[in-house]
């Protein structure tokens, strides 16, 4: 079992950018696909981007972050970055890690068995 942890999260305005992190607890963190997710008040959690294990070749992003957001991935650290450039008041949520076992990569919720606890992003003038 992998246990997960995000940080990072704050108050920013439009336009500024922010970078949050999830550190793993297991040495076999390379093992995992790694994706974050992100759920606002009201709302089902939804997928915001995900990256391959290993050499994180792979990677994917929701429509509405493509070009802004960037999901990396430091196997050394055992984190996985996501990198939110030209941020927006829709953006506004409880942005979560998740680590997913299975053999193939998905953008789909169920296939990640892992969570973290969240951090919040609050995007406001």
């Known amino acids: 079992q992998i246990q997960l942890v995000e940080s990072g999260g704050r108050f920013v305005q439009p336009g500024e950018s922010l970078r949050v992190s999830c550190v793993a607890s297991?040495?076999?963190?390379?093992?995992?696909?790694m994706a974050w997710f992100r759920q606002a008040p009201g709302r089902e959690r939804e997928f915001v981007a995900a990256?391959?294990?290993?050499?994180?070749?792979?990677?994917f992003y929701a429509d509405s972050v493509k070009g802004r957001f960037t999901i990396s991935r430091d196997n050394s650290l055992k984190t996985v970055y996501l990198q939110m450039n030209s941020l927006k008041r829709e953006d506004t949520a409880v942005y979560y890690c998740g680590a997913s076992s299975k053999i193939d990569i998905s953008i789909e919720r169920r296939f990640y068995s892992y969570w973290g606890p969240g951090t919040q992003v609050t995007v406001s003038s």
């Open positions: 297991r040495d076999t963190f390379d093992t995992y696909h």
């Open positions: 990256i391959s294990r290993r050499s994180g070749e792979k990677t």
